[in-house]
């Protein structure tokens, strides 16, 4: 009869509509039988295709084996398993703890991991290798002071 009853479960397409709303859909082997979810961060996956950001982030339910995780958008501190998890392309393991993306960051001063990707700092910041923030571009304009 399937497993409908079970409140995760299901049938088909329709019965995860039904329950949870447009873009739930009923997906087979990602847990213990058919569920539903959607493409949303914190959906479950198993590959980037089933998540809208296109990042899906294997390593963040420790006890539902390698192969499942959950849809992350991929900015700044989301988690990730590699450089392609994450918009700015840098996925740093900081403490310990799980990677995390470094950037995209628009904000003088955000933290970002020098010699990696030139897309953890955002518009007219470069990445300071003394400092390891994201910094204002030098100007090239000489004797701008006063008029």
Known sequence: MGSAGTGFGCDDDATCVQRYGEGYECRDGIAEGPICTSGEDGSLCIDNSQCDSHHCYTSAIMDAGEDVGLCV?????SGCDAADDCNSGVCYNSD???????????????????????????????????SRTCVRRASNSAGSGTH
Request: some cysteine; glycine content about 20%; overall charge negative.
């Open 96 to 130: 310990g703890y799980g990677q995390v993306c470094v950037g995209p960051s628009t904000e003088s001063g955000s933290p970002c991991i020098p010699g990696q990707s030139e897309r953890q700092c955002a518009g007219d910041l470069i990445c300071n290798e003394t």
């Open 73 to 77: 958008s991929g900015e700044d501190g």
